[in-house]
Every structure is written in structure tokens, then in C-alpha cells.
């Protein structure tokens, strides 16, 4: 009798028991009768062909390499099932995981351009703030540091300059329309709200 016959004709469950025992026959037999269907499912579940053969290969796989501790069931086809359901849903849980670390690191590319660059333009905004600060006639920019770095009073800068509340007015205002003409609307604005 034909020996591929002879496992042909062998029921599941006495192919596993050669299984165990490292029959490569039995294994071929095994797999030749359940990789098409479990190939259907697999494709069911993941929707791609190439992955549901890679899910297959690695069922079988498994098998082969824990052989030997392959429990003794008359529902062998069951115990294929549960297996390649475990394998497609590691692949599953894998995309998810995948796929939750690629948005993550979306998000994170998105978000450290995003802050870095307001980071430069807010640099940027300090630094021409700072220069027309500088440009200012000296006491109309004493007056202007006075008041809105250090935050005194006008009546304060009156007293330590030793100038009338009116001149501190004065300066004040001159310094604003001097730095909202230099700084345009936008920026000066922005001006507005840091200090």
C-alpha cells in the first residue's frame, strides 16, 4: 500500500499521535488537510493574503517545534483553530500596537516641530523687541525699562528719576507708538502681552 495512502486514510487525531513521535508524514498529512481552510479563515480575520499565509506558516510552525506536548484530543481540528485564532490575534494586537506607536510618534514629530518652531519665532520676536527697545532716545528708554521690565509706578519713576509724572507719560507713550510703528501690529501686539 502506498504510504501517502496510508496517512491519507489515518484520522486526525492518530496523525497527531505519530506527530508526537516526530513523523514528518503525519505533520504533511496534517498540514495538507488544514491549510486551506485555515488559510480562508486567517484571510477572513486579516483581510491580507500574504499575512494570513505568514499567520499559517508560524501556526504550523509551532507545531512542529511543540510536537511533543501536542495534547492527546479527538478535536483536532478545534486545537488548529484555537491556535491560528491566537496567532491572528497576536498580528492584530501587533498593528494596534504599531499602529498606537506610529501616532504617538506622529504626534510627537508634530508637536517638537510645532513647539520648536514657536520656540525660534518667539526668540526671534525677543530679539527685534529687544533691539528697538534699544534704538529708543536713552531716557525715553530708561523710563520704558522702568516701567515695563521692572513694573514701578509712574509715580516711582517720578520720584527716582526725578522727572513729573507727565514726562513719565510722555515717554511711555512715545516709547509704544515708537515700537508699534517699528514692530508692526502682529508683533507688537504680542509685545503688548509679555510685558
Avoid: C
Avoid at 508524514?25 to 499565509?53: C, M, Q
Avoid at 525677543?126 to 534699544?134: C, G, L
Wanted: net charge neutral; charged share 25%; glycine share 4%.
Amino acid at each position: 500500500m502506498d504510504k501517502n495512502r496510508e496517512y491519507n486514510s489515518l484520522s486526525d487525531a492518530e496523525l497527531v499521535a505519530y506527530l508526537r513521535n516526530g513523523d514528518d508524514n503525519a505533520f504533511t498529512e496534517l498540514y495538507n488537510r488544514y491549510k486551506g481552510i485555515l488559510h480562508i479563515h486567517a484571510y477572513k480575520k486579516l483581510g491580507d493574503f500574504e499575512e494570513a499565509k505568514d499567520v499559517l506558516q508560524d501556526m504550523f510552525s509551532w507545531i512542529w517545534n511543540n510536537r511533543e506536548s501536542i495534547p492527546h484530543t479527538q478535536n483536532v481540528a478545534g486545537y488548529l483553530y484555537t491556535i491560528t485564532r491566537n496567532k491572528i490575534l497576536n498580528v492584530i494586537a501587533h498593528k494596534k500596537i504599531v499602529s498606537k506607536y506610529t501616532a504617538s510618534f506622529d504626534n510627537f514629530m508634530e508637536q517638537g516641530v510645532f513647539i520648536t518652531d514657536l520656540a525660534v519665532r518667539e526668540k526671534e520676536l525677543a530679539d527685534m523687541i529687544e533691539r528697538e527697545i534699544n534704538a529708543l532716545p536713552i531716557k525715553t528708554r530708561e523710563v520704558f525699562i522702568l516701567s515695563r521690565q521692572l513694573n514701578l509706578s509712574y509715580k516711582e519713576i517720578s520720584d527716582q528719576l526725578d522727572i513729573t509724572e507727565n514726562t513719565v507719560k510722555y515717554h511711555i507713550k512715545g516709547a509704544l507708538k515708537a515700537l508699534r510703528v517699528k514692530l508692526g501690529l502682529m508683533a507688537y501686539l504680542l509685545f503688548l502681552l509679555r510685558f
